[in-house]
């Protein structure tokens, strides 16, 4: 099995009803931004993640992965 190198970036993620905090793991050497565009994935993975409501900032879930379209991301930033 060939595994890929990967840079874990701490990111917040908005959708319209949820922020979504947690780990994006992205192709060694490339931005956050170069996942986002790929047109080759339509959802993009986060790992050990907090989601939140927008409504009233309460934390919903805790999930160690969760996966969001890429269509339905308003903003994405990094933490660190």
């Known amino acids: 099995m060939v595994y890929t190198s990967k840079d874990q970036v701490k990111v917040a993620v ?11 793991h992205v192709l060694a050497g490339s ?12 959802f993009i993975a986060f790992t ?5 409501s927008l409504i009233d900032d309460r934390l919903l879930y805790e999930p160690e992965y969760v996966a969001v379209n ?4 308003a903003a994405l930033f990094p933490l660190e």
């Open 31 to 42: 931005r956050v931004t170069d996942a986002l565009n790929s047109k080759a994935k339509d």
């Open 48 to 52: 050990d993640a907090a989601v939140f």
């Open 70 to 73: 890429r269509e339905a991301i």
């Open 14 to 24: 908005m959708t319209d009803r949820l922020r979504i905090e947690g780990t994006m």
